[in-house]
Nanobody, 122 residues
Framework: QVQLVESGGGLVQAGGSLRLSCAASTRTFSNFAMGWFRQAPGKEREFAAAISWNGGITLYADSVKGRFTISRDNAKNTVYLRMNSLKPEDTAVYYC???????????????WGQGTQVTVSS
């Protein structure tokens, strides 16, 4: 069983930045690909970014490409999502997820965190 705990969310003005963290409670963190997803009120969950087990492969949704950066520190069992140039439409609950492959589909991930709220004011 893998437990994932997100942190770093909050309220930020448009154009600002935040860095989300997701800490994993497993000794086999480096075995997992990691993903970040988000869900805005009244909308379905959507893919934001993913990273392979060693960081060699990263994927981004078109809506965040060039503004968000996913990274990981396997020594700290942590994955990060750096979010720059935030827009009001980035407002959502952000979830991290762990799975065998870095994919855009949420169904490919086995473990999920509880989420952290990101609110971007205009």
């Amino acid at each position: 069983q893998v437990q994932l705990v997100e942190s770093g969310g909050g309220l930020v003005q448009a154009g600002g930045s935040l860095r989300l963290s997701c800490a994993a409670s497993t000794r086999t963190f480096s075995n997992f690909a990691m993903g970040w997803f988000r869900q805005a009120p009244g909308k379905e969950r959507e893919f934001a970014a993913a990273i392979s087990w060693n960081g060699g492969i990263t994927l981004y949704a078109d809506s965040v490409k060039g503004r968000f950066t996913i990274s990981r520190d396997n020594a700290k069992n942590t994955v990060y999502l750096r979010m720059n140039s935030l827009k009001p439409e980035d407002t959502a609950v952000y979830y991290c997820a762990a799975g065998p492959f870095s994919r855009r589909e949420g169904s490919e991930y086995d473990y999920w965190g509880q989420g952290t709220q990101v609110t971007v004011s205009s």
